[in-house]
């Protein structure tokens, strides 16, 4: 899915890899936000069930399950350390960020792979189009004249050490 393949860009951060050498693969968590987790990339596959009957040769909706962008990427990275996604609406990559602070608190984990991925989806730019909520032209987010949201993709992942690794201890 394209959650996935946002992630993928970063495959090739040495941060990332870093951190399991530098504190071993059970000591790093993964916790990514995603609102949608790619879910309008099943859609050709809902519409052949709908039209054969049957999905298509080799369709997987596990690619698209919510827990799929952490998976994917703990399992990648070789991290064995607690690996999930949270899916809140808008606050879903702030939750993420919130729950690798409380998993270094706890020291559940050494360092966590942390931060969000959204793609566009239907149902998202359909659902703020509903609210009236989307600008037809640029986004102008702290101006007076404001009419709306602009909706995008983004991805953003970084490695949250422990408060003893920032200390030097």
């Known amino acids: 899915d394209r959650s996935s393949a946002a992630s993928d860009v970063y495959k090739r951060q040495a941060p990332l890899r870093a951190a399991v050498a530098h504190h071993g693969a059970h000591r790093v968590a993964v916790v990514l936000g995603t609102s949608t987790s790619g879910v309008n990339d099943n859609a050709p596959a809902f519409h052949t069930l709908a039209a054969k009957g049957t999905w298509p ?10 827990s799929a962008p952490a998976a994917f990427l703990a399992e990648w990275l070789g991290a064995t350390g607690p690996a999930y996604t949270l899916s ?50 640029l986004c102008l987010p702290f101006s007076a004249n404001r009419r709306g949201i602009n909706i995008g993709e983004a991805c953003l992942l970084y490695t949250s050490p422990s408060p003893r690794d920032q200390r030097g201890s």
Not at 57 to 66: E, I, K, P, T, W
Not at 116 to 123: E, I, K, Y
């Open 88 to 137: 809140t609406a808008c606050t879903s990559s702030a939750r993420a960020l919130l729950s690798a602070r409380r998993l270094l608190a706890l020291g559940l984990a050494d360092a966590v792979v942390c931060g969000g991925a959204d793609t566009l989806c239907r149902l998202t730019i359909n659902g703020f189009a509903t609210l009236e909520a989307v600008d037809e032209t």
């Open 57 to 66: 040769v080799g369709y997987d909706y596990r690619r698209q399950a919510l």
